[in-house]
């Protein structure tokens, strides 16, 4: 079983960027609202990323799910929940930049 996501937790590029999770879910693990799994693509941009190359300047931007991480039974606000199992990566030039993702808490797990 994965864990949830809320906004206690994080998206992680591997240059070491963050965007700002956010979500009115009513849904909540220890006062932390969970994430939708539909709310993956509006996360932008990725503060902090120190990508560069010699033809772009970060930061890290578009989050493109790979795999995983959507709840089949657990939902918020109608969608599935976001779960830490979830792959995926940053858009930045090429290549793109992979995920971590941590969940922000250790009480609810999905699948």
């Known amino acids: 079983m ?3 996501v809320t906004t206690a937790g994080s998206l992680t590029c591997a240059n070491a960027g963050k965007p700002t999770l956010s979500s009115s879910a009513k849904l ?5 609202p969970v994430i939708p799994f539909s709310s993956v693509s ?3 941009p990725y503060t902090g990323c120190t ?3 010699s033809s772009a300047v970060g930061p890290c931007t578009v989050t493109s799910v790979i795999s995983g991480g959507q709840a089949s039974k ?11 199992n979830l792959s995926a990566t940053a858009g930045t030039p090429p290549p793109p930049a992979s995920i971590t993702v941590a969940a922000g808490q250790s009480k609810l797990t999905a699948s």
């Open 51 to 53: 990508f560069t190359s």
């Open 2 to 4: 994965a864990k949830v």
């Open 74 to 84: 657990l939902t918020v606000g109608g969608q599935g929940a976001l779960l830490d």
């Open 42 to 44: 509006s996360f932008t």
């Open 28 to 32: 909540k693990v220890s006062g932390n």
